[in-house]
């Protein structure tokens, strides 16, 4: 069975402060990872990273994958309030199914 | 449409009614998929199609869930029967294609319906 672990679960900050999101997974037919922003309803997309080592980065978020050791990071730096939200981890297998992490909860404090 | 739309976005039903749960995804999106949030935790799968055929069902929890998309475009989750702990966000996301290269593979969601089984 696919599986996603994220963590921390939650997380408490001030802005300014930087953070770094952890997800790891355990899929058959790996094909890419994708990191989620969920505020209120609809998570909405970041990255998505198919190869190990390279950075994807937009704006204060970056993001990497290690497909040996099985695991990506998201860090967002300089964090607003605006970034408080549920982060979502996901991963795609080559069938097109995409499974969820259940989340980690950042709230920035001003 | 611009957006995945879902209706209804609230749904309160009685124990043991009969609930469909509607669908229509971005226009020309060939992949559809349905998952299930609770509160605290990350979206559940529940179905897949790819198209008109359901490519993965293995996510329903059991026989009283089922899912149609007739036509390749709208599709409608249905729940017999329904039990208090269905209660729970339904959220529908459609993709471009599921396979292939070039495309990002990103799912774009819609706001969810909301089910209170009392």
């Known amino acids: 069975e696919d599986k996603v672990v994220q963590s921390p679960l939650s997380l408490v900050v001030h802005e300014g402060d930087t953070v770094t999101l952890n997800c790891s997974y355990e899929v058959t037919n790996f094909r890419s990872l994708l990191w989620y922003k969920q505020e209120k309803k609809a998570p909405t997309f970041l990255f998505m990273l198919?190869?190990?080592?390279i950075e994807k980065k937009s704006g204060r978020l970056s993001s990497i994958l290690d497909k040996k050791e099985l695991f990506s990071i998201l860090n967002i730096t300089a964090t607003q309030t605006g970034d408080s939200a549920v982060y979502l981890c996901?991963?795609?297998?080559?069938?097109?199914?995409?499974?969820f992490g259940d989340g980690t909860t950042l709230t920035v404090k001003p | 449409g611009a957006g995945v739309s879902q209706t209804p976005s609230n749904k309160v039903t009685e124990k043991g009614k009969y609930v469909e749960l509607r669908c229509d995804p971005i226009?020309?999106?060939?992949?559809l998929y349905w998952y299930r949030q609770s509160l605290g935790q990350g979206p559940e799968f529940l179905i897949y199609f790819q198209g008109t055929g359901a490519a993965d069902d293995s996510g329903l929890p059991n026989d009283r869930f089922f899912a149609v998309r007739p036509e390749g475009s709208v599709s409608t989750l249905k729940i017999q029967r329904t039990e208090r702990g269905d209660s729970a966000v339904y959220l529908c996301?459609?993709?471009?294609?599921?396979?292939?290269?070039?495309?990002?593979?990103?799912?774009?969601f819609g706001e969810g319906s909301r089910l209170t089984v009392l």
């Open positions: 226009s020309g999106h060939t992949a």
């Open positions: 996301a459609s993709s471009l294609q599921s396979r292939g290269q070039g495309v990002t593979g990103e799912l774009f």
């Open positions: 198919t190869s190990s080592g």
């Open positions: 996901a991963v795609r297998t080559n069938a097109g199914k995409s499974t």
